[in-house]
């Protein structure tokens, strides 16, 4: 049946994410955005200045030069669903795997709270719960019924918003129909003002994700280290028009 | 069993809960699944469409509305925040009274017919209806035109319209500028200006941080990534000239570290060169010159720091865009030279003929019904101050204050709680207890934006003349009441003209009734036959707007006859004693103070720091190394009027003569997120010269020294301060 | 202490610990009995009358929940049918007060799995299939722990090509 054919292996998508480093500005938006939909803790200041903020997704900004020669240059780094993650094989209980979609999983109900993933990982996007998140009343009506709250002792970070694509398999498959370009997009995709984040299948050549990725401005994080990451960047302060 | 519990590492894997259906389920509901409604965010005076998902009566998610013309679909961090101004734990419950009496803190529930009595004798009883005051802050458009008509027929002055937020973005004193050089249109006055940064080739942006809390940050943004990646042949280009480098310049290809107060004589000097050398391909510039006669460049290099081969570069880069455009800034309003400024600036746009063309600067066209002719434009300074002086002389009975909070918005020289504290009945319609209420008699909590009603005219606009309708997604979750329906009650009661002149039984037939008046109109993206079938459309869309673009191209009928001028700016504060100049700025996450409350907002890190939950001085590393600070070292900030202490953040990317500090924190009130955690810099600002005070405010216009505390304090930070590459900054 | 009572003591410390252990577990599949719910709502009485699962439970075809019926949704009938009924008039009274009915929930999942209805059905499932014959009960009781072993039992009966996904936690676990 023509529902069938995306159910087989070979048929499954590829998930990548666009970070286009030209038009982030820096704005938090997809910070704020990913709590919203992902129920994601807030810890409070002491807690925050020991580092132990949950944002999944975050900001890093860069000096370079010195005054009065000086820019700053903003990198929104999230997990960056390796295909050769370093987190994935220290977990003693496999509660983090390579899904077939590129995903890197992360189990909560698994998840024992060893934070091997968390040290494994070059990029430090993994995020632990080390006390039980609040949600002081009635702050608990924010919450997105699709995604798990965790608790404490658990290990958390990007998942590509799984959520939607779910949500949208599922109703595509309702109607009958193959997912197209650009219907799914995690909350920080689809906020983002200036359109830095874009969301969608590799194994699609025409996808909007494909053709960036072909782009001469694309590459990605920590790439010598052999981790084969889902996110492509593409740098800053050249046009994409070439000549 | 708890201990075994801790031992097994188990948690009750079943909640106990209860299944509550519907009473009357509402028809579009299917339990389960999100139903979308869309309403306008009213998180800043930009009113940008959004959707909000809704799942069983609970607002679970919001995001931008994909048809509304000024935002397409995306929304700001603050706009994300939104739902916890809905469930925030802080908020009014009921209508109250101030039982303990003002300052107390006390508060017991009344009945709203009790409060509707007590407002309506009060009423009844003014000596005269000049003794009635409305101070209103960031309100929708159609509270404002009730509150507006409920004064005039009383025979009241009309409402004061101030709030840090719009202060500090310029918005009155761009309006101001855009009246000087456009005229006024129509009665109403002159919109404010758009500035077409998408298809802009060269953009310069004299203090404008457009990227992050400045009239229309999500539509500024959108045109950004535009104007960045998105025209063909080529990638525009941003100079940001400011003292201190914000987000926004952390964007911009070049920032210009401007010396405060002489932005004016940089666009001076550029049109002067512009004029000399003949730039640009846009003919004769004869016509404009004499606006340049009396400039030096080589005085404007002297004056500015900045030199003329960098002015010389900057002016030839300008001119030979085909399509150009230059910005006047919010921080330009807090400077004593900020008009004249602001005119030199728009004036670069004038000398290109950027005005009406692609890139260029536009004038939003007027929404072609009554209603929405015009949106609210702020009062100016001097009507606030106008409006203390009022209070402090006993003139006035009842005191409303709506959506602003003046108490921690405004610095204390102004006399503001003492003007308060004269008179005899204050309410406060405010959601949560803030410093203002704490001051009032009764608090009459306004629905939040998410359970209420009204209408926004988007302003400044996007690319078409749109109104932005707000509609409950969510039932009341308290026994709140729109202020809009107090109003009309309390009309009502007092009858005569004010009744007539307001005869609607509530807010939503008000709004009914407005929204009907483009009933009829083609060039809108939907039409009906009846005012009902209308209004439902209305409601389904989230506003009106045209179908096509639809923008008017300014006259500069205003172009000064003689040559334009910026006089030198004057700071409060002798140089030797206050050898910095204080640079105050919104913060993006609580902008002015409001976002206080959120506790997303509060955690989120700010863009340029990576700080959050705090206040902090920015320094530039010399002055940091000259005053043997380092960061999280605390800093005494002084000034001729106030003082505060908070930790240091080296920054490399301000003046050495300037030290920055983010507005927001310094609650005393406003929920327990908010309250008791860092200082709020509005009490550093010293007042004007006698002259000048109480004509603006000079939010930027203070200087200050700092002293070493010798104490530390750690800021909570994203960024780590022991990562590599940190030394240089030490 | 000598060896033999220490060992007598962990012997007992561990056979609390697992007893504890097994009755908060098995305490998930728990039954909600008649007294727990608000009103003695009986399935039997309302299946024999010849009322369908997805007339009151009615967004289990299109939605993850199969819904409870609303106050108005039951006093459609019960404004005139059996209105004389002791429990008819306790929902009598949550209509005239206003008030929603606080059911106890009987068929339950831990937060931590999605499960949708609509697919299952879509599928062609019948609601007997994973609640028993609930048409049959006067008071509703969960048929089995549906727990992960239970619901593979019958996926792992599909076709080839339909529990390759299986292998994926993040289909039910996000």
């Known amino acids: ?243 | ?730 | 202490m000598t060896g033999r009572r220490s060992f007598v003591i962990a012997l007992v410390a561990t056979a609390l610990l697992v007893g504890t252990a097994y009755w908060r577990i098995h305490r998930a599949s728990e039954v909600s009995a008649a007294s727990d719910q608000p009103i003695p709502f009986s399935h039997r009485i309302h299946a024999q009358a010849g009322v369908q699962c997805l007339f009151c439970h009615s967004s289990a075809l299109r939605s993850d929940v199969a819904g409870i019926p609303s106050v108005q949704k039951c006093m459609g009938c019960h404004q005139t049918i059996a209105a004389d009924r002791e429990s008819v008039k306790i929902l009598a009274d949550y209509w005239q007060r206003q008030e929603p009915i606080h059911w106890q929930p009987v068929n339950t999942m831990p937060d931590f799995v999605f499960f949708s209805h609509q697919p299952h059905l879509g599928a062609g499932l019948s609601c007997e299939t994973c609640h028993g014959n609930v048409g049959q009960m006067d008071v509703a009781r969960q048929q089995t722990n549906m727990d992960m072993g239970w619901c593979l039992d019958c996926h792992l009966k599909q076709p080839q090509e339909k529990t390759a996904r299986l292998a994926d936690c993040l289909l039910c676990h996000k």
Request: charged share 20%; net charge neutral.
């Open chain 1, 1 to 243: 049946m023509a529902q069938d054919v995306k159910s087989s292996v070979e048929a499954a998508p590829r998930w990548a994410m666009i970070v286009d480093l030209d038009r982030c500005t820096g704005c938090q938006a997809c910070v704020v955005a990913c709590h919203a939909e992902n129920n994601i803790p807030v810890v409070n200041e002491q807690q925050a200045a020991y580092g132990r903020w949950m944002h999944w997704i975050i900001v890093d900004r860069y000096w370079e030069g010195e005054y009065p020669n000086v820019k700053a240059r903003f990198t929104p780094v999230m997990c960056q669903q390796c295909a050769q993650a370093p987190c994935e094989p220290v977990c003693p209980v496999f509660a983090t795997y390579h899904n077939r979609e590129g995903l890197n999983a992360q189990v909560y109900n698994r998840c024992i709270g060893t934070r091997f993933c968390g040290n494994a990982c070059p990029y430090k996007v993994r995020a632990y719960n080390w006390f039980e998140p609040e949600f002081p009343s009635p702050l608990t009506e924010q919450l997105n019924p699709d995604v798990t709250v965790r608790s404490r002792g658990i290990m958390e970070k990007c998942t590509f918003c799984i959520q939607r694509i779910r949500r949208a398999e599922l109703d595509a498959k309702a109607q009958g129909r193959q997912l197209a370009d650009g219907e799914v997009q995690p909350a920080c995709v689809q906020t983002c003002p200036p359109s830095a984040l874009v969301f969608g299948d590799l194994n699609d050549p025409n996808s909007q994700v494909s053709q960036l990725a072909r782009s001469h401005r694309s590459f990605r994080l920590l790439d010598e280290l052999g981790t084969d990451p889902a996110v492509i960047y593409l740098k800053g302060g050249e046009t994409n028009v070439p000549g």
């Open chain 2, 1 to 730: 069993m708890t201990g075994a519990g801790v031992l097994t590492g188990m948690s009750p894997t079943v909640r106990r809960v209860a299944l509550e259906p519907f009473v009357r389920p509402p028809e579009e509901e299917l339990p389960g699944r999100a139903t979308w409604y869309a309403s306008t965010c009213r998180q800043c005076p930009a009113g940008c469409g959004i959707l909000v998902r809704v799942i069983n009566g609970r607002a679970r998610k919001i995001e931008g509305n994909p048809a509304h013309p000024l935002n397409r679909g995306k929304l700001c961090a603050r706009g994300q925040a939104g739902l916890q101004v809905l469930y925030n734990p802080d908020r009014l419950q009921n209508a109250v009274r101030q039982s303990g009496g003002r300052g107390s803190r006390q508060f017991k529930p009344i009945q709203w017919t009790e409060a509707i009595d007590q407002l309506s004798s009060a009423f009844k009883s003014l000596g005269a209806p000049s003794r009635v005051a409305f101070l209103g802050g960031l309100m929708s458009d159609h509270l404002l035109t009730l509150v507006s008509g409920f004064l005039k027929a009383l025979g009241a002055p009309p409402p004061v319209l101030f709030d840090l937020h719009t202060a500090l973005e310029g918005r009155a004193e761009a309006t101001d500028m855009a009246r000087r050089w456009f005229g006024d249109s129509q009665a109403q006055g002159v919109p404010l200006p758009l500035y077409d940064i998408a298809r802009a080739q060269v953009v310069f942006s004299f203090g404008a941080n457009l990227l992050e809390t400045w009239m229309s940050p999500v539509a500024q943004g959108r045109d950004y990534g535009l104007m960045r990646q998105g025209q063909a042949g080529g990638r525009g280009l941003l100079v940001q000239f400011e003292p201190r480098l914000s987000a926004t310049a952390a964007s911009a290809d070049e920032w210009i570290p401007v010396k405060p107060g002489t932005e004016g004589l940089i666009a001076l000097g550029l049109g002067r060169i512009i004029v000399e050398d003949n730039l640009g391909q846009v003919g004769s510039h004869s016509e404009h010159a004499h606006l340049y006669r009396n400039v030096s460049v080589t005085d404007v290099a002297d004056a500015s720091g900045v030199s003329v081969e960098t002015l010389r570069r900057l002016a030839n880069a300008f001119a030979a865009a085909d399509h150009s455009v230059a910005i006047p800034g919010g921080y330009l309003a807090g400077l004593g030279n900020g008009s004249q400024t602001m005119d030199a600036v728009l004036a670069l746009n004038v000398l290109m003929r950027r005005l009406g063309r692609e890139g260029g600067v536009f004038l939003p066209h007027q929404v072609p019904a009554e209603p929405f002719a015009s949106s609210a434009s702020v009062s100016s300074f001097a009507q606030v101050t106008d409006l203390i002086e009022r209070l402090k002389a006993g003139q006035v009975d009842i005191l409303l204050i709506h959506g602003c909070n003046p108490l921690y918005e405004l610095p204390q020289w102004t006399g503001i709680a003492e003007a308060i504290r004269r008179v005899p009945l204050v309410i406060s319609f405010s959601s949560c207890v803030d410093e203002t209420a704490v001051l009032a008699d009764l608090v009459l909590p306004d629905h939040t934006y998410l359970e209420g009603w009204g209408y926004q005219v988007v302003s400044p606009g996007a690319d078409r003349p749109a109104v932005s309708g707000q509609q409950p997604v969510v039932r009341p979750l308290y026994d709140t009441r729109a202020t809009g329906d107090v109003m009309l009650a309390l009309a009502a009661r007092i009858g005569g003209q004010v009744a007539q002149a307001l005869p609607w039984s509530d807010e939503v037939a008000f709004l009914e009734q407005n929204s009907a008046q483009l009933l009829g109109t083609s060039s809108g993206i939907y039409d009906a036959h009846t005012p009902a079938g209308f209004w439902s459309l209305w409601r389904q869309h989230g506003g009106w707007w045209t179908e096509k673009p639809l923008r008017d191209e300014p006259e500069a009928i205003g172009t000064p006859t003689g040559p334009l001028q910026v006089s030198p700016a004057v700071f409060a504060g002798d140089a030797q004693q206050h050898p910095f100049h204080l640079i105050p700025y919104p913060s993006l996450a609580l902008s002015d103070g409001r976002g206080a409350n959120l506790p997303w907002l509060q955690e989120m890190p700010d863009p340029m720091t990576t700080a959050s939950w705090n206040t902090w001085v920015e320094l530039n590393p010399a002055t940091a190394r000259s005053l043997q600070v380092d960061n999280n070292d605390v800093v005494k900030v002084v000034s001729p009027y106030g003082e505060l202490q908070a930790p240091v953040v080296v920054y490399p990317g301000i003046r050495p003569d300037a030290v920055a500090i983010p507005i927001g924190q310094g609650h005393r009130d406003y929920g327990r997120f908010a309250q008791g955690r860092g200082s709020n810099p509005l009490a550093l600002l010293a007042p004007p010269s006698e002259q000048a005070r109480g004509s603006w405010l000079p939010w930027g216009a203070t200087r200050v020294r700092i002293e070493r505390t010798g104490r530390k304090q750690e800021l909570a930070r994203v960024e780590s301060l022991d990562g590599a590459g940190r030394e240089k900054l030490r």
